[in-house]
């Protein structure tokens, strides 16, 4: 019964307009950069690697899918999550605006069952969107561009990795990147159990990650106690990966407070969701 509820779950959000909308936004923007890499990506590269020119030779083909996938990468990290919550922050708060939920407890399926099927339908819709991501930034930027040695400016300067070295640092990294969006997506779906419209759960976790952005990058020293432990801190930590040496801590630091925060707000989830009041 759980399953055949995910499977509606599932229907229910392929049946909504909006759904629809973060795949379209994310088609939009990763077009229009590869559109423009293509047709003035030279001019950007000399821009970055002019101060180098005089100290270092550059040889091969330093635009080419590889960083392409890394410049989308970054530019898409903190937008892609304010995506899935359009989706995942209505998955209780559009059943109670719409009076549906009354019926849906109805079924022979235990509350906690019913919130961890719209959890697992909404984990979908977001690996989903992960995938479309990969798809068009690794796999259309290698068709348009092609492959090869990977430069990138990190904490370290700037740094080369061979092409047979790239492979597993973005398998890596897009894991890492979406364990930050499903922390988002659990997120909002918390807020969707102390909502009764659809609107709230979606600004109010939209307004949070930009909160916890801003404050995450504060040099102020009451703050700075406290960044550490704040999701945002770590919903970049995926650029670790381009590190050398790899930082190991670093990476393992990030996925355990990413994931104490899941298992946090799932629980806070689950008990609200519980108590909630369905007769008025």
């Given at each position: 019964?759980?399953?055949?509820?995910t499977?509606?779950e599932?229907?229910?959000?392929?049946?909504?307009?909006?759904?629809?909308?973060?795949?379209?936004?994310?088609t939009?923007?990763?077009?229009?950069?590869?559109?423009?890499?293509?047709?003035?990506?030279?001019?950007?590269?000399?821009?970055?690697?002019?101060?180098?020119?005089?100290?270092?030779?550059?040889?091969?083909?330093?635009?080419?899918g590889?960083?392409?996938?890394?410049?989308?990468?970054?530019?898409?990290?903190?937008?892609?999550?304010?995506?899935?919550?359009?989706?995942?922050?209505?998955?209780?708060?559009?059943?109670?605006?719409?009076?549906?939920?009354r019926?849906?407890?109805?079924?022979?399926?235990?509350?906690?069952?019913?919130?961890?099927?719209?959890?697992?339908?909404?984990?979908?819709?977001?690996?989903?969107m992960?995938?479309w991501?990969?798809?068009?930034?690794?796999?259309?930027?290698k068709?348009?561009?092609?492959?090869?040695d990977l430069?990138?400016?990190?904490?370290?300067?700037?740094?080369?990795?061979?092409?047979?070295?790239?492979?597993?640092?973005?398998?890596?990294?897009?894991?890492?990147?979406?364990?930050?969006?499903?922390?988002?997506a659990?997120?909002?779906?918390?807020?969707?159990c102390?909502s009764?419209?659809?609107?709230?759960?979606i600004?109010?976790?939209?307004?949070?990650?930009?909160?916890?952005?801003?404050?995450s990058?504060?040099?102020?020293p009451?703050?700075?106690?406290?960044q550490?432990?704040?999701?945002?801190?770590?919903?970049?930590?995926?650029?670790?990966?381009?590190?050398?040496?790899?930082?190991?801590?670093?990476?393992?630091?990030?996925?355990?407070?990413?994931?104490?925060?899941?298992a946090?707000?799932?629980?806070i989830?689950?008990?609200?969701f519980?108590k909630?009041?369905?007769?008025?």
């Open positions: 019964m759980f399953w055949k509820s499977y509606n599932l229907i229910k959000i392929a049946a909504k307009p909006r759904s629809y909308i973060g795949i379209g936004a994310i939009l923007i990763i077009g229009i950069i590869l559109f423009a890499m293509k047709l003035d990506g030279e001019s950007f590269i000399s821009m970055i690697t002019g101060s180098f020119e005089q100290s270092f030779s550059f040889e091969g083909k330093i635009l080419n590889n960083l392409l996938a890394y410049i989308i990468l970054q530019t898409l990290i903190i937008h892609v999550p304010l995506l899935i919550a359009l989706v995942t922050g209505d998955l209780i708060s559009g059943e109670a605006s719409m009076g549906t939920i019926l849906l407890l109805t079924r022979p399926v235990s509350r906690t069952g019913i919130l961890f099927s719209k959890y697992l339908a909404g984990f979908t819709y977001t690996l989903i992960q995938a991501l990969v798809f068009f930034a690794l796999v259309v930027g068709l348009m561009f092609g492959t090869g430069m990138v400016f990190n904490s370290s300067g700037l740094m080369v990795f061979q092409e047979q070295d790239v492979f597993w640092r973005f398998a890596s990294g897009f894991g890492l990147s979406f364990l930050s969006m499903i922390m988002v659990t997120l909002s779906l918390t807020l969707s102390f009764d419209n659809s609107v709230g759960p600004v109010s976790t939209m307004a949070i990650i930009i909160l916890f952005t801003v404050i990058n504060i040099s102020i009451v703050l700075q106690k406290i550490p432990f704040m999701f945002t801190s770590h919903m970049a930590a995926w650029g670790n990966f381009f590190e050398d040496p790899l930082p190991v801590g670093k990476i393992m630091k990030s996925a355990i407070i990413l994931l104490l925060h899941i946090g707000l799932l629980a989830s689950v008990y609200k519980n909630k009041d369905i007769l008025t």
